[in-house]
């Protein structure tokens, strides 16, 4: 009986840190890319992908208080050599600028040459993890039977942060926010 006991002790120990663990990742800031797929529309290479964005405390509430947070969406194809150093096919850069407008009580998000409003912030979130129709390279771009990989990532731009709050982002967890890189194998096909 003393087994038992033990087990059920340690099962719930075990279940306890669990939670402590969960509590604290949900805490903080948080984003992986979920997809993303390099599409050929009107005869252009175009992105889509899908990236789980979640902030922490500490940038929702310097978001909140009028604090624009940059995000910098890195994309980038290159051709493996064997022998040699790898050849960058496409490389681009998109920075989106998320801010809270307070007489309004909305969130807006700047792309290049758009902008988009919502009224909370978990819209906002999501569109901002959301790219569709991303317009890269023409299709000639990609040799026919050749085989390229594709990385993409996203990240908060924190140099674009006020100086007082650069300094203070230095090596602050409550300010990184960074997706891993996520790479794919694309294999363009005969025309």
């Known amino acids: 009986m003393r087994f038992c006991t033990r087990v059920k002790a340690a099962g719930y120990v075990a279940v ?4 402590l663990a969960l509590t604290s990742w949900a805490g903080g800031n948080h984003a992986h890319i979920k997809s993303a797929e390099l599409v050929l529309r009107d005869e252009l290479w175009t992105l889509d992908a899908d990236i789980d964005v979640q902030f922490g405390r500490a940038l929702e509430e310097a978001l909140n208080k009028g604090i624009a947070l940059t995000f910098l969406v890195e994309f980038q194809i290159i051709k493996p050599y064997k022998y040699w150093f790898d050849d960058e096919v ?15 009580r909305q969130y807006l998000l700047n792309y ?3 902008q988009k ?16 129709d991303w317009r890269l390279a023409p299709h000639t771009t990609l040799e026919k039977n050749q085989a390229y990989q594709a990385a993409l990532k996203m990240h908060l731009d924190t140099s674009k942060l006020p100086k007082a709050l650069q300094l203070d982002a230095l090596g602050e967890s409550d300010w990184e926010l960074a997706t891993p890189i996520f ?3 694309i294999k363009e096909s005969p025309r």
């Open 16 to 19: 306890l840190l669990a939670l």
């Open 90 to 104: 496409v490389t681009e850069r998109r920075a989106i600028t998320l801010n809270y407008h307070a007489l309004t």
């Open 112 to 114: 290049p040459h758009q």
């Open 183 to 185: 790479q794919w194998w």
């Open 117 to 132: 409003v919502f009224d909370s912030l978990a819209d906002a979130r999501r569109e901002l993890g959301t790219i569709h």
